[in-house]
């Protein structure tokens, strides 16, 4: 999630769990820094863009490192307030504060390494978007009313906080709720049109739990798809397909930048050739033709022998006819698309899009 929502995560788990034993603004900055730490490793550089992106949520983010470093951590910080007869609660509150950075990290699409160093899969649920405001508001709100709150209002502020986190918890498991039902409609549609998926990801459009983009791998083709919880009950769904470059795929296999990326996306990927250079691109987060993780691998020569590092290259929507687009397709306003949703496009080429059946 975005570093906003972490802090904010972290100040109210913080709270709560330290409740009247310590001063709240101690327990609000405590909880916003230790909700914050596992994503200082954004700024380890690898070398190699496509490593800084698949290395983000690993090492920093396991259970195992930040429950090691919640005692030290702890420690500090019930010494330096002279505070050390409530050090378990100390320990306890940071604790719940640095690991629900990662676990909330993991109901992302995005993939985040819980269970390093014993495997690196990276584990994504995908149904909350990295930035939404209906589970950070609330948060925020629970967190300024505890800290505004005096003497016997105190108590009153705290209860806003818990409720805050009860909310957000909440709407955490209607996203879920929300992403099975879509994958059943979307799996249901599929079958209708006569078109076998390899595999099917359901995930929130930007900003909501109301609309949700589907993505599903054939063989050859990737089809995009969009269903809005504002959608009439018999409303089919409508998709566009796409080449995924197979050919492309099964001629550079053994790149490791292709390994690499076919195993962090759990097979959600394209490859395509442009301009004499080979790309790949992580088909999970962004929609056609815009991709956040969009990677030129090298000239074919060098990505046959494994020789280049890889550039990331941004997809940028144009955000003008993009959010107008998200907005009348959420509430169900427009029935598209049979056409990629508008964008400034790829900076190479994209497939070409058909409507799919």
Request: charged share 15%; aromatic share 10%; hydrophobic share 45%.
């Amino acid at each position: 999630m975005d570093s906003l929502t972490q802090i904010a995560l972290g100040a109210a788990v913080t709270l709560a769990t330290m409740g009247r034993r310590t001063a709240a603004w101690k327990a609000v900055f405590w909880g916003a820094v230790a909700g914050t730490l596992p994503d200082l490793d954004a700024f380890i550089d690898h070398g190699d863009a496509m490593l800084n992106m698949v290395l983000h949520r690993s090492s920093s983010h396991a259970l195992l490192n930040l429950t090691l470093l919640s005692g030290p951590l702890a420690w500090l910080v019930a010494r330096l307030h002279g505070e050390m007869p409530h050090l378990l609660r100390w320990w306890l509150a940071l604790w719940l504060a640095l690991v629900t950075h990662p676990l909330l990290d993991a109901m992302t699409v995005y993939g985040t390494q819980l269970l390093y160093p014993f495997t690196n899969h990276p584990y994504g649920v995908g149904s909350v978007f990295i930035i939404d405001p209906l589970y950070t508001v609330p948060l925020i709100i629970g967190v300024v009313a505890a800290l505004v709150a005096r003497g016997r209002d105190g108590r009153r502020g705290l209860r806003w906080n818990a409720w805050a986190l009860v909310f957000s918890t909440a709407y955490l498991g209607c996203g879920v709720l929300a992403q099975q039902h879509v994958e059943g409609i979307a799996r249901a549609s599929l079958q209708s049109e006569g078109i076998t998926a390899e595999r099917v990801l359901v995930t929130p459009a930007p900003f909501s739990a109301v609309l949700w983009r589907v993505v599903a791998m054939t063989p050859t083709h990737y089809l995009e798809g969009f269903r809005s919880l504002a959608d009439g009950k018999d409303q089919s769904m409508r998709w566009t397909r796409h080449e995924r470059g197979a050919g492309l795929y099964a001629t550079y296999l053994r790149n490791a930048h292709v390994q690499i990326l076919s195993r962090f996306t759990h097979g959600f990927y394209r490859m395509n050739e442009a301009g004499g250079h080979i790309y790949i691109t992580d088909l999970r987060m962004g929609m056609e033709p815009a991709y956040s993780f969009h990677f030129d691998i090298g000239t074919p020569k060098q990505v046959q022998a494994d020789t280049a590092k890889a550039r990331q290259e941004w997809q940028r929507p144009d955000l003008e006819t993009a959010l107008p687009w998200l907005w009348r397709r959420m509430w169900a306003l427009d029935d598209g698309p049979l056409r990629p949703p508008p964008g400034t496009g790829p900076t190479t080429p994209a497939p070409t899009a058909t409507p799919a059946g």
